[in-house]
């Protein structure tokens, strides 16, 4: 036999390893990008969760004869009643503070994915400037179930009314001075 006959099919053997070989790092590059697009996108949520809360204690700042007593922007959980258009209409005090809860809801919902918003009294107080307000946002969890189980934990946010971060949702908690 030829040393020619020998080496027949060699180089079609070192193809396939070689294919084979770069086809797992592609795969583990994928997958690599793909864990990290998943965490930008938590980090965009968190982001902008933290940007609608702001939002919202401006609108305080912005009309703090409207938001007198913590009670006017208060909320119950689920969607809001429709309300005035205060941006059209001549509005009363609490019509606007309800207003602009109603339009801060919507926000939320316009700019997270299944966003919620929520606001409730917490209990505490600052010194000698009453009492403070909880507003949560939760947004879907862009995570997979078998994720990091702390990081998935649901927030339970310790307020008189046991407002909890729905499950499945991940979710930002601030607290802001009326």
């Not at 004869?65 to 922007?73: L, R, T, V």
Request: proline share 6%; hydrophobic share 45%.
């Amino acid at each position: 036999m030829s040393r020619l006959n020998r080496q027949a099919g060699i180089s079609l053997l070192e193809s396939l390893v070689a294919m084979s070989i770069l086809a797992v790092a592609v795969l583990g590059m994928l997958g690599v990008q793909l864990r990290t697009l998943a965490d930008t996108r938590t980090s965009v949520g968190r982001a902008q969760s933290v940007r609608l809360i702001e939002d919202f204690a401006e609108r305080i700042k912005t009309h703090p004869e409207a938001f007198g007593p913590p009670q006017d922007h208060l909320d119950a959980p689920g969607p809001m009643p429709a309300r005035a258009d205060c941006r059209i209409a001549a509005c009363d005090a609490g019509m606007l503070a309800h207003w602009d809860l109603a339009a801060w809801k919507l926000a939320i919902a316009d700019t997270l994915p299944r966003g919620a918003g929520q606001v409730f009294a917490t209990g505490g107080h600052e010194a000698g400037r009453g009492q403070l307000l909880g507003v949560m946002v939760a947004w879907r969890a862009n995570e997979r179930a078998g994720g990091d189980a702390a990081y998935r934990q649901p927030l339970v946010v310790d307020s008189p009314a046991g407002f909890d971060c729905p499950t499945g949702l991940t979710c930002h908690l601030a607290h802001v001075q009326p």
